[in-house]
């Protein structure tokens, strides 16, 4: 009506000598002609958000059909793997040697499948990447966000950000021509005796790899705690530590364990760093200077080769894959009932 009325007084202006009745004639043309067009517009909006509604409701069934799709690929070959192997040795065997015959009359064409050793070393080094990035990561995402200045903080959270687009081959190479050796020499003048691939070297050089993954997801978590909350612990005359321990930790802490439990994953995942610093020996061990293998790489190793592909070797690798799902399924459910606590407690 608006634009109606403006168009109608501005005819009226440019011609006073035309009669009221050719007045109402063109000022209902013009109304028309607005009506019809806002009309117009309203219908074809409609349309563009109908269209891009369908648009992103066919983008989800898209990523769960390829999610559904990825996981019945794993199953199936993994049940033909067990159609080989039986289900309480693959699960319960404390020996990993997949050494299958290439052909029928070779020799040694039995093999052993015991997961327990692989899953033992992924284990290991993923702990003890954690207990290097964990205390690293959180405290420096604390000091970014509560104790750095501007300057400091634009100047040194871009430089802990760029040791996430390092690849991984580098860091393979760090960890074997530099901190290996370090620690061999260290170990050496302590009297102990380090290998020359061990679980220690693989787990630390991992640990440093995935520290910006906690330290920046941390970071912008805690700064999305209300300032509210720690004006009034100050107000109640709280120091910053005991505000930053009793109040925005906790309020924090769901988006903190999602950054814990990436890194997790970003651990259990890495292929290269152990390939290159912790070897391919499937040993059942929890001393961390000693070789030991995961599963990523020995999924790696099972698929490369001239084996065939519908052997126990080959499959093997679908296995171990399906398991490596069914254990990361488990830690996140874990994940999401300690967020879905903590976050009851403190919304």
């Given at each position: ?5 403006k ?9 006073k ?49 390829t ?10 070959e ?29 020799v ?6 015991g ?11 993923a ?41 991984t081959?580098v ?27 061990s ?47 009793k109040v925005?930790?906790p ?97």
């Amino acid at each position: 009506m608006k634009v109606y009325r403006k168009l109608a007084k501005s005819f009226y202006r440019k011609e006073k000598c035309i009669h009221t009745d050719e007045q109402a004639f063109v000022s209902a043309g013009l109304g028309g002609y607005v009506a019809v067009r806002n009309g117009i517009v309203k219908g074809s909006r409609k349309q563009l958000e109908g269209v891009i509604k369908c648009l992103l409701a066919a983008c989800a069934f898209v990523a769960v059909l390829t999610t559904v799709g990825i996981v019945l690929s794993v199953v199936f070959e993994a049940l033909r793997f067990f159609h080989k192997v039986p289900v309480q040795d693959f699960l319960l065997g404390l020996k990993w040697s997949p050494q299958t015959a290439i052909r029928v009359d070779q020799v040694g064409s039995s093999g052993a499948f015991g997961a327990i050793p692989v899953f033992a070393g992924t284990l290991l080094i993923a702990l003890i990447a954690m207990l290097v990035s964990v205390p690293l990561g959180l405290m420096s995402a604390i000091f970014l966000s509560e104790y750095a200045s501007r300057k400091v903080r634009t100047v040194v959270k871009p430089l802990l950000e760029i040791l996430a687009g390092i690849p991984t081959v580098v860091y393979g190479f760090f960890a074997a021509l530099t901190v290996a050796p370090l620690l061999r020499g260290l170990g050496r003048s302590l009297g102990l005796d380090i290998a020359s691939e061990s679980a220690l070297v693989a787990g630390l050089v991992m640990g440093v790899m995935i520290i910006p993954f906690i330290s920046s997801i941390s970071d912008d978590v805690i700064n999305a705690v209300p300032q509210s909350l720690r004006d009034g612990s100050y107000g109640l005359g709280a120091t910053r530590s005991e505000t930053i321990c009793k109040v925005v930790l906790p309020a924090a802490l769901p988006g903190i364990v999602s950054g814990i439990l990436l890194a997790v994953s970003r651990a259990v995942g890495e292929t290269m760093i152990v390939v290159m610093a912790a070897g391919l020996s499937a040993n059942l061990t929890a001393n961390p200077l000693e070789a030991v293998t995961t599963v990523t790489v020995q999924i790696v190793t099972l698929l490369v080769g001239d084996q065939e592909f519908d052997s126990a070797k080959t499959l093997a690798a679908f296995a171990l894959g399906l398991l490596l799902f069914i254990v990361t399924l488990i830690l996140n459910i874990v994940a999401l009932q300690i967020v879905k606590k903590y976050r009851e407690q403190y919304d």
